[in-house]
């Protein structure tokens, strides 16, 4: 029972005193991810916290957070029965579901689905790439005007709208104008996602929160009917796909999911909501991640101008002024592979993975966690780790390049940003395609210059993404444009 079950958690596993009703919740500060590490240091790399009435074990450090990710994938393929993550997808999410059989096959389709529309072979492979060349083109010509006669501008709005209209035109085979005022106010909801479902919210812990007035249920509230607005969106989408569905012409991955789960004849215990859930995954993953890291990359570029300078000679020599950066450029580009390895591991823009549960009792670096224990993992302790990097909390995108200026896979495969295992992130391909062809355009065509009156700051909101607080900048035309390609 869940009263033996915590006692054997409390009797093995080291941790800070918990207080009672509140536990350490009012010891994470602004930044849980760097309290979790500063309390392993005292506690050892597996330890135990208390929030509310969920005792939570917080995992640090490469070695132990490889073994368990690795190791034992099975047991800590789990997610937790929080409240919040059933308001996600229609109650219908993949990502924010318990292991099972039914798991399985739903991130299967998935998966499959991505790389049929990615990278299935070279017409797919092309058909992506075209899709962001377009999105980064018009990004470059918005930033200009934005800038015109000097002007500094914020431009965390326009990078989520390029991000948005990628993964939009994957699922439905459109994307939207970045003066779209329907479509803006969605994206602005959205943004706030990830300030319930990131480690250390409140609401899934303490769910008495719910049931008086409070800043906590009030947060709790909006999140619930921004799912609700933003999973309305994609039923409406998913709607019109039904009725002009044709089995001979698969027109985006909105038809393929209606191909494979609606009209299923399998019992693999998906129903037709599951066809919504899976879109409403993908697009929720996919354009706050992506664009979170295009503003660390504009930001880090105008605060380290030398660097850029070194970007900007490279990609003149490799691409020179008469055609644009594809994909076929990147083995020659490792200097900005590197920055972008050193952007994710540098500010660990998703510190900690969605939250795991165990599977069944688990034993790591010779501690026992019972079966279904809460997990956090602390994926900013694996890129800070003193023991595997020289001065973690230096910027330093050369690191990444051996004596050859190739970029060390060793290293690279150290970063950890989109988690490892069975719950390893499935978008981690089109991610990494999408950003360097942004930034490669982006860098291509423009320089990035900070307001000389302000320094750029790196402090950050907390959520399940870190966003950069709100900074401004101005983007310079470094030729003309070529001719799309
Ligand atoms: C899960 C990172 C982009 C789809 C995750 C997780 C992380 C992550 C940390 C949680 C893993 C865990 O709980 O252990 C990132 C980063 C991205 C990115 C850093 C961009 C830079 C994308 C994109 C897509 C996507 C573009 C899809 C189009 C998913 C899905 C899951 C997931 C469906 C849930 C997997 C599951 O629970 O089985 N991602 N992601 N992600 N990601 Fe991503």
């Known amino acids: 029972c869940l009263w033996v079950r915590n006692l054997r958690l409390k009797r093995r596993l080291p941790g800070p005193f918990a207080w009672p009703v509140v536990g350490n919740a009012m010891q994470l500060g602004q930044m849980p991810h760097i309290t979790f590490a500063r309390l392993a240091k005292k506690y050892g790399n597996v330890y135990q916290i208390r929030l509310g009435c969920s005792d939570i074990v917080v995992l640090n450090g490469d070695r132990v957070i490889r073994q368990a990710l690795i190791q034992h994938s099975t047991e800590f393929a789990g997610r937790p029965n929080f409240v919040s993550f059933q308001a996600v997808s229609g109650g219908k999410s993949m990502t924010f579901t318990n292991y099972g059989k039914q798991w399985k096959m739903h991130r299967k389709i998935a998966q499959s689905t991505i790389r049929a529309f990615s990278s299935a072979n070279s017409q797919t492979k092309k058909a992506f790439e075209q899709q962001i060349v377009a999105e980064a083109t018009e990004l470059v010509e918005i930033f200009l005007k934005l800038s015109s006669q000097g002007q500094y501008f914020n431009p965390a709005h326009e990078l989520t709208v390029a991000a948005a209209n990628v993964i939009c035109a994957l699922c439905f085979g459109k994307r939207y104008g970045h003066d779209d005022v329907e479509f803006r106010a969605l994206l602005e909801r959205v943004d706030q996602f990830g300030q319930t479902v990131g480690a250390g919210s409140l609401v899934d812990v303490m769910p008495w929160l719910q049931s008086f007035p409070n800043p906590v249920r009030s947060v709790f509230k909006n999140f619930k009917d921004l799912n ?27 038809d393929a999911f209606i191909g494979v789960i609606d009209k299923a004849d399998t019992d693999n215990g998906l129903t037709k909501g599951h066809t919504e859930g899976t879109v409403s995954d993908l697009i929720g993953a996919g354009l706050d991640t992506v664009s ?3 503003h660390w ?46 952007t994710m591991r540098f500010t660990s823009f998703v510190p900690v993975t969605i939250p795991h549960s165990t599977t069944s009792d688990v034993t790591v670096d010779g501690l026992n966690i019972p079966k279904d224990t809460v997990v956090f993992i602390n994926q900013w302790s694996v890129n800070h780790d003193p023991l595997k990097w020289k001065d973690p909390h230096v910027f330093e995108p050369s690191r990444f390049l051996d004596e050859n200026g190739s970029l060390d896979k060793d290293l690279t495969n150290n970063v950890m940003i989109f988690s490892a295992g069975k719950r390893r992130c499935i978008g981690d391909q089109i991610a990494k395609v999408e950003i360097f062809l942004f930034f490669a355009i982006l860098l291509h065509q423009c320089s990035f210059e900070k307001c000389p009156s302000e320094d750029l700051s790196l402090n ?10 709100d900074y401004k900048i101005t983007a310079k035309l470094r030729g003309e444009l070529p001719k799309s390609q």
């Open 297 to 342: 990359i504009v930001l880090l570029l105008a605060k380290h101008p030398e660097t850029q300078t070194k970007l900007h000679e490279l990609i003149d020599k490799v691409v020179g002024p008469d055609r644009l950066p594809s994909i076929e450029d990147r083995s020659n580009l490792a200097y900005l592979d590197a920055f972008i390895y050193e």
């Open 228 to 254: 609700k607005e933003f999973f309305g969106f994609i039923q409406n989408k998913v709607k019109e796909h039904r009725e002009t569905f044709n089995p001979e012409v698969t027109r985006d991955m909105s």
């Open 460 to 469: 950050c909101s907390y959520g399940l993404t870190l966003k950069p607080l």
């Open 292 to 294: 979170t890291a295009l």
